[in-house]
């Protein structure tokens, strides 16, 4: 199993799913006690008078229809979507064997910014090199134009109906910014890495790629991760603890 020792916490799902659990709690007290009180109005009703007990019956249930209804989570669902994707490439990861450091969640500096920060979703430090991975969550089948601006993707709508079409900004551009600035900031920390790798990792399950060719880009999907990061030809970086010990830091 990988090295997940500085793995960081999710603290938006872990909220969403306290939130979840509570509302889910809260819906089976008022149906516990719901249910049977409606019951009982319905049966005394019935008793006293039966051609009100056919209306009450409706708006009683109508009243319980509503009461096991769960509430809304306060997390943003892009943001939640994004980090679904992550968790998953997480588990992913983590099946890589133990000469394998997986980090996430780095704020990596960068001056090219407005905000002087760049987050990297993971960066693996392995026997194979060192490598950013970038995590996509998006659903359909995504046509792969390495050299265009945006990607088309098309989406299913439903049974019998034509597939509906979105895009995205083409990932391959924001992976090369990404190691651009992790090899600058390695010279500047005067960190020997070797050249950093980068994959882009669709982790939405049952999302499909589409292009002329695929082995020679660096893209996959979360079910060939490991083995793409652990048949690469790289070698590991020189000092790589002391690298280890300094990303941990970011």
């Not at 793995?7 to 809260?26: C, F, G, M, N, W």
Request: one cysteine or more; glycine letters at 8%.
């Amino acid at each position: 199993m990988a090295r997940l020792d500085h793995i960081k916490p999710y603290p938006a799902l872990e909220r969403h799913r306290s939130q979840v659990a509570d509302h889910s709690r809260r819906r089976r007290q008022r149906l516990i006690v719901g249910v049977p009180l409606a019951l009982g109005v319905v049966a005394i009703t019935a008793w006293l008078n039966p051609l009100l007990a056919v209306p009450v019956a409706g708006v009683l249930a109508m009243a319980l229809f509503f009461a096991s209804l769960t509430g809304g989570s306060t997390v943003d669902p892009g943001h939640l979507i994004g980090i679904e994707g992550e968790v998953r490439t997480l588990k992913a990861l983590s099946l890589l064997d133990d000469r394998f450091t997986v980090f996430n969640r780095l704020r990596l500096p960068d001056p090219t910014l407005p905000n002087g920060q760049r987050e990297l979703d993971f960066v693996v430090l392995g026997p194979t090199g060192l490598w950013i991975i970038e995590v996509k969550n998006l659903p359909g089948l995504v046509i792969v134009q390495p050299d265009s601006d945006r990607w088309p993707i098309q989406i299913r709508a439903g049974c019998g109906s034509a597939p509906g079409r979105r895009q995205m900004d083409n990932p391959l551009r924001q992976l090369h910014a990404q190691t651009t600035a992790l090899e600058r900031w390695l010279l500047m920390q005067g960190l020997p890495s070797g050249p950093v790798n980068g994959l882009v990792c669709f982790a939405r399950p049952g999302v499909g790629l589409q292009a002329e060719r695929l082995d020679h880009l660096p893209i996959v999907l979360v079910e060939t991760l490991k083995t793409r990061l652990e048949e690469s030809e790289q070698t590991m970086p020189k000092a790589s603890g002391h690298l280890a010990r300094q990303l941990a830091k970011l």
